[in-house]
């Protein structure tokens, strides 16, 4: 796809609203043809899977979460679903969602029409081809300002940038390429969105190609699964790490001085630059093997030691380790 005007006639938008079941932990309802089903995964935030995935499940979430306790009821236009102090209320024709924190609303779908009273992007959409891609339109005000999305370059607030959420090979920081995507956003209107998909997801936050008043979220996968958050943004933060996992500490040594020199042609050269730390008595904690040094270029991605310059990988190690150093390749 291009990075233009939005695809919009691809997507088949959704409208078409209808109770299921619901019990203490879940919310289930058809959109259309499609299930819906909304959870509570921990305090502070909720679920909303669209559609039926065959795909196990990717291991992003902490499993150890239960689902939370849910109240779901009935009013004149469609349904509340709410879970503490965070509510989703959905509605049809067209199916669209507002994101209410302490009764206030800080999220709700596209707004932003032309003169013909026709939203210019889906609030929900699904484009059948395959890979499948769905899309949620958001509405923005016009001082919205939105941060996160992992690894990326450039101003903080991600407001006016279409960013596509990929793993690769940055080589540099002057693109949005980037080894850390995450698919996940927050804004001081106080809510916080992740798209739980290890899939290509794009984000329009507020693109003018596609529109200056709406987050557009597209995703590559079977289902559209998305966790809202609500609150304050410290606290966003925290129920967001309490969902994907709260970080180890790391060691101390982690915190000295790491030494690079990107690619030590031989393991001579790295054993070397490392007696000459030493012998300049430089504080030093890691010495860092580039995928280049360690492995052949052509195979590297077997993680199998060199063996034209390799042949003994534990004595070159053991050379490193006696400089009291931690080896990172």
Not at 41 to 70: D, F, K
Not at 225 to 249: C, H, K, M, N, Q
Request: net charge neutral; with cysteine; proline share 6%.
């Amino acid at each position: 796809m291009t990075s233009e005007a939005f695809p919009q006639d691809r997507f088949r938008r959704l409208g078409a609203l209808a109770s299921v079941a619901s019990d203490a932990h879940a919310a289930r309802f058809t959109v259309d043809d499609l299930s819906l089903e909304i959870t509570a995964p921990v305090p502070g935030a909720l679920r909303l899977r669209l559609g039926t995935s065959t795909l196990a499940e990717y291991g992003l979430l902490e499993t150890a979460n239960a689902p939370g306790a849910i109240a779901t009821v009935r009013d004149a236009d469609g349904w509340r679903v709410s879970s503490g102090s965070l509510a989703l209320v959905i509605r049809a024709a067209p199916f669209r969602l507002a994101l209410e924190h302490d009764g206030c609303t800080v999220l709700a779908s596209i707004t932003d029409q032309h003169f013909r009273g026709r939203s210019r992007i889906p609030a929900f959409g699904l484009e059948e081809a395959k890979p499948r891609r769905w899309c949620a339109a958001f509405a923005l005000a016009s001082e919205t300002a939105i941060y996160g999305f992992g690894e990326k370059f450039g101003p903080l607030d991600k407001r006016g940038q279409l960013i596509r959420g990929r793993t690769e090979d940055a080589l540099g920081v002057n693109t949005e390429l980037s080894y850390k995507n995450i698919p996940f956003c927050w804004s001081p209107d106080g809510w916080g969105l992740l798209a739980h998909t290890p899939g290509v997801v794009r984000h329009g936050v507020g693109y003018p190609q596609w529109s200056h008043r709406s987050h557009v979220v597209e995703v590559e996968d079977e289902a559209l699964d998305l966790v809202f958050f609500g609150g304050e943004p410290a606290a966003i933060l925290l129920d967001y790490a309490r969902l994907t996992g709260l970080p180890s500490l790391p060691p101390l040594w982690s915190y000295g001085m790491w030494l690079s020199r990107a690619y030590y042609k031989v393991p001579q050269e790295a054993i070397d630059a490392a007696a000459e730390v030493r012998r300049r008595r430089i504080p030093c904690d890691v010495i860092t093997l580039d995928g280049r040094a360690a492995w052949d270029v052509r195979t590297r991605f077997a993680f199998e030691w060199d063996p034209a310059r390799y042949d003994d990988p534990r004595r070159i190690f053991s050379e490193l380790h006696a400089q009291d150093l931690r080896v990172c390749v």
